[in-house]
């Protein structure tokens, strides 16, 4: 009988096969190709909401349980749900709380992994990258690019807390983990503070400073004034019926992302205003900076507040509808879809 036509072997066969095929490290792609290449993606990850009221106190008893030296960075990771014991809140993104007590410094070190900071609660601390310090104030957009030296102290009279943002999952994916720890527990200053931003930072820049299109930006500090400046001065006419008011933050040498791995974002919704559906295939975590409001992910909806934080999985749709006039803050992996090719949206 022709193969092409030869009747359907029987499920015990098939075992059979599989099992005889395995001890050579074989397996059918048949029996997972619709997971491999589903219609439209399947992710893992669930929307998942994170109330910062009920966090706090469980980010300042980590305070006195260790010390910011012991520790190295004192956070509370945010783990979505559906991926608990990978340390991560979507599929390629990390998330947690990092807690800094008056007077503590968290040692200076080095990473491939690319990090923001969101500054959330208190006053008084300050991050140094490659030798700048820069004053950390609520709602400010701080950036630690890849392979620079880092360190963070208190010099204020209060806790600070901030959310972290990292492509950790990205660069574990890959198998590109490197890390160094610093002789010195804090670097030297080697700039005065605003010298980032003074030189790449007004449309202008060093003359002898030849950007490429992958670098993190030199900016590494985006006030959160400024951010609610631009925000209010595009808050004229009708707000766009997916996304309210929002802006991307750049590179200014480059137009591109200030990280190429991760894309941040932020966004004014006018009280009572409410989206329309929108979804993405970059699962993205949201904070709210000010006001509040209502998200509704897929079936969930949740009430959010200053502070909180919450995630959109891959192409689930989102509607925002803001109580009070509401900022919000958002970061994904855009920049890594958009450069392979794999973006998409759907505004319904």
Known sequence: MDAAVRPSSTLSERSAFYERIGAHGLTPLWEVLGALVPPQ??????AAHWRYSALREHVMESGRLITAEEAERRVLILENPALRGQSCITQSLY?????????EVAPAHRHTQSALRLVLDGEG???????????MRRGDFIITPAWTWHDHGNLGNEPVVWLDGLDI????????????KSPEQYQQ????????LARYGANMAPMDYQPRTWEPTRVFVYPFER????????????PNAHEGFKLRYLNPATGASPMPTIGAYAQRLPAGFETRPYQSTDGTVYVCLEGSGEAAVGEQTWRFEENDVFVVPSWQPLRLRAGTDAVLFSFSDRPVQQALGLWREARL
């Open 169 to 180: 999952p990205i660069v574990r994916f890959l198998d590109a983990g490197f890390a160094e």
């Open 125 to 135: 601390a300050y991050t140094a990258v490659d030798g700048e310090r820069t004053t």
């Open 41 to 46: 993606p399947r992710s893992p990850v669930q």
């Open 95 to 103: 998330a947690g709380l990092q807690l800094i007590m008056p007077g």
């Open 227 to 238: 951010t609610k400046q631009a925000l209010l001065g595009i808050s004229h006419g009708a």
């Open 189 to 196: 200053p080697l700039r005065p503070e605003g010298d980032a």
